[in-house]
């Protein structure tokens, strides 16, 4: 059974910094391309960042882009996203996503980890 | 960016009737050499992650019922429930997976 389990959020003040993690157990970690996704209070979705499964491919959607870092170990079944100088209007639910082997849709989602910036 | 637009943005409907649900995207999503849109479709219902319904705008994820639809091509596409329970309620996203990753505003689906 695939599990992506989130870890890491919680309350930073605006300017501040987080690191999160998300494991990975119940399929060949590397060999599959990971996102981050994030989802405001009462908001829809918002797709934040993407890692190829060798960590060749990276990219980050432009609210993100210098401040947010992605990265992974696949020896550690894990994938990481550093977060730094946070704002409010990051505040959210971070989901990792797995993607379909050879597609980009997301077929499995973690339960989240929240994500409070404010002072 | 691909910007997707979802349509309507809630819909009530009566347990047993058809919910059609709409999202029209900027650019076209298919590409042509494989002849595939790259469009997915998601239920999140509250407190939970979002799951995996559709995805190449057609093809049914394994284990989701078959009242469950996807149809449409290049800009235009449908999400058909077609014969709404009360534990479709929930909120619907559209995604493209064409040109890195966008989705749709939701649409929330509630009973009449």
């Known amino acids: 059974e695939v599990q992506l389990v989130e870890s890491g959020g919680g309350l930073v003040k605006p300017g501040g910094s987080l690191r999160l993690s998300c494991a990975a157990s119940g399929f060949t970690f590397s060999s599959y391309d990971m996102n981050w996704v994030r989802q405001a209070p009462g908001k829809g979705l918002e797709w934040v960042s993407s890692i190829s499964s060798s960590s060749h491919y990276i990219y980050y959607a432009d609210s993100v882009k210098g401040r947010f870092t992605i990265s992974r170990d696949n020896a550690k079944n894990s994938l990481y996203l550093q977060m730094n100088s946070l704002r409010a209007e990051d505040t959210a639910v971070y989901y990792c996503?797995?993607?379909?082997?050879?597609?980009?849709?997301?077929?499995?989602w973690g339960q989240g980890t929240l994500v409070t910036v404010s002072s | 960016d691909i910007v997707l637009t979802q349509s309507p943005d809630s819909l009530a409907v009566s347990l047993g009737e058809r919910a059609t649900l709409n999202c029209k995207s900027s650019q076209s999503v298919l590409y042509s050499s494989s002849n595939k849109n790259y469009l997915a479709w998601y239920q999140q219902k509250p407190g939970q992650p979002p799951k995996l319904l559709i995805y190449?705008?057609?093809t049914r994820e394994s284990g989701v019922p078959d009242r469950f639809s996807g149809s449409g091509s290049g800009t235009d596409f449908t999400l058909t429930i077609s014969s709404l329970q009360a534990e479709d309620v929930a909120v619907y996203y559209c995604q493209q997976y064409y040109s890195l990753w966008t989705f749709g505003q939701g649409t929330k689906v509630e009973i009449k």
């Open positions: 190449w705008a057609s």
């Open positions: 996503a797995r993607e379909g082997q050879g597609a980009s849709y997301y077929r499995d």
